[in-house]
């Protein structure tokens, strides 16, 4: 399945097409556009990984899951989406999408996640995550998020 995200920023359109058969290619998607977009690879897979992330043994590591779905509340895909701040950000501020329907669309997620890590303070959306993502990130990167208190 072919992935293709259009939006516009500010005038700019942006063009993401990516094809998505399996998390290996989500990971590469979240690196490919979080290091397009001047985002911490670091942090954006560290949220990805403990957001959503699933052992493969063949590779040895976590990879970001596309399809995970948290069997209490709403959250979803790779960086665990709430249906509120899905529509809060990824429809109403972002446009992205008009439907909830491309809640879980790989793409949509990432695009999103990447835009929400260009904010300032924006990795504070995954504070309830902080404890397992911090550890993937290098020690002198680390200095830059905060999710104690928060």
């Not at 063009?15 to 590469?28: L, R, Y």
């Not at 948290?70 to 509120?84: H, K, R």
């Amino acid at each position: 399945m072919i992935l293709v995200s259009l939006f516009c920023f500010v005038g700019i359109i942006k063009v993401s097409a990516f094809t998505v058969k399996d998390s290996a290619q989500v990971e590469d998607y979240i690196l490919y556009m979080a290091s397009h977009e001047g985002v911490s690879v670091n942090l954006a897979l560290g949220i990805a990984n403990a957001e959503s992330g699933t052992w493969h043994d063949k590779l040895k590591r976590k990879l970001p899951n596309p399809t995970a779905k948290n069997p209490v509340g709403t959250a979803s895909g790779s960086f665990q989406y709430l249906d509120s701040t899905f529509k809060g950000f990824c429809i109403n501020t972002f446009g992205m999408t008009d439907t909830m329907n491309d809640k879980n669309h790989a793409a949509i997620q990432v695009n999103c996640a990447v835009e929400m890590l260009k904010m300032p303070l924006g990795y504070k959306h995954w504070c309830a995550s902080y404890e397992n993502w911090i550890k993937s990130i290098p020690l002198e990167e680390q200095k830059l998020y905060n999710c104690v208190n928060a």
